[in-house]
């Protein structure tokens, strides 16, 4: 209810109630919730945030890649953030593609980038699929979809409710909804909807009135676990995606955005919880996202990359097989 006695109405999402929508919001199952307000402040004013450089370049960046990786092969560009280009069986695929100077619905404000995209959007080759996670401004950047659509047109798969926002500002869009545990068959490739622990936000009074999930991309040379954002959640939706899924080819997967672990631990997992899901998914190569490009918490810059380092030296995991990607960076995935 609102403070006026009014019932609440979502705008992005009217659908029965299920053990993760209560009939107006979403919600994490046996999960932990976003604080409030007074945590936020307490986090703004009273936390001391690690200094970035103001650019963070990357050797790698300027990228052109290949139009097309074939067969059984699988190829993963880092762009920056959350956004990488998956390449395999002839099928080029984006996630949460922003290639804005900005994570925010201003241009004047909000986290601003410390390195440019690693591929421009001019040379990115045909897409073909993008998967967009969730809602948030680092992950759904209209602007970029806009482009995207513009000069793709590809088939996007969004999770309930980020249809509306996309489809309002790109009536032209062609967009799939899906619901966690829902299949769609793309190609020689079916794309699962799964659950991971967060949350959406555009405003502040649309908090987690759009789903959020992680996708499983079924390939004939394997499987990839692909989560945008996520909170380790005892492992809980790691356990579940390695049952049903028998294991992965490839986990990509979340390192940066996590201090202070007070108020970050429910929604953005830290390396050391990263290198636990790539070991509960039984994913054989994990590639790290997420941190370097936009400053959305306190850890410094390179602190996920040390943290990352000592997590797998302590789990007895070689470092190669858990690639913490630049933008611009490619890393070819053995099968095995």
């Known amino acids: 209810m609102t403070s006026d006695g009014r019932r609440e109405k979502n705008p992005y999402y009217d659908g029965p109630r299920s053990d993760h929508f209560d009939g107006v919001r979403f919600f994490n199952p046996h999960g932990v919730e ?27 960046a300027g990228a052109k890649p ?3 990786v074939e067969g059984g092969d699988l190829r993963v560009t880092m762009i920056g953030h959350a956004s990488l280009l998956i390449q395999a069986h002839g099928l080029n695929i984006l996630t949460d593609p922003v290639f804005s100077t900005r994570a925010s619905p201003l241009s004047f404000a909000g986290p601003k980038r410390h390195n440019p995209p690693g591929v421009r959007l001019d040379d990115l080759p045909k897409i073909d699929l993008a998967l ?6 680092d992950h759904l950047d209209i602007a970029s979809l806009k482009a995207i659509v513009a000069a793709h047109h590809p088939q996007i798969i969004t999770p309930l409710g980020n249809d509306v926002i996309i489809r309002k500002a790109i009536p032209n869009a062609r967009i799939i909804t899906t619901d966690w545990g829902d299949e769609t068959d793309f190609g020689p490739f079916t794309i699962h909807t799964e659950p991971c622990h967060h949350w959406s936000a555009r405003g502040t009074r649309d908090r987690r009135m759009a789903l959020w999930a992680a996708f499983v991309i079924s390939t004939p040379s394997g499987s990839i676990y692909h989560i945008g954002d996520t909170g380790f959640h005892d492992g809980i939706n790691y356990r579940a995606a390695a049952d049903k899924h028998g294991g992965f080819r490839l986990a990509i997967l979340p ?12 929604q953005h997992q830290n390396p050391a919880e990263a290198v636990d899901g790539m070991r509960l998914a ?4 994990a590639v790290g996202h997420h941190w370097g490009t936009f400053q959305l918490t306190n850890e410094a810059v390179e602190a996920p990359l040390e943290a990352l380092s000592e997590a797998l030296d302590a789990a007895g995991v070689e470092r190669e097989r858990f690639r913490p990607l630049r933008p611009g960076e490619s890393v070819d995935i053995p099968l095995k």
Do not use: C
Request: hydrophobic share 40%.
């Open 255 to 266: 390192i940066g955005a996590y201090e202070p672990r007070w108020f970050m631990k429910g």
């Open 132 to 137: 967009v996670t969730h809602n948030h401004y």
């Open 282 to 285: 039984r994913a054989q190569y």
């Open 34 to 60: 976003p604080l409030g307000l007074a945590a936020l402040l307490r986090w703004q004013w009273w936390e001391k945030r690690a200094r970035w450089p103001d650019a963070y370049p990357s050797p790698s």
């Open 66 to 68: 290949a139009a097309r």
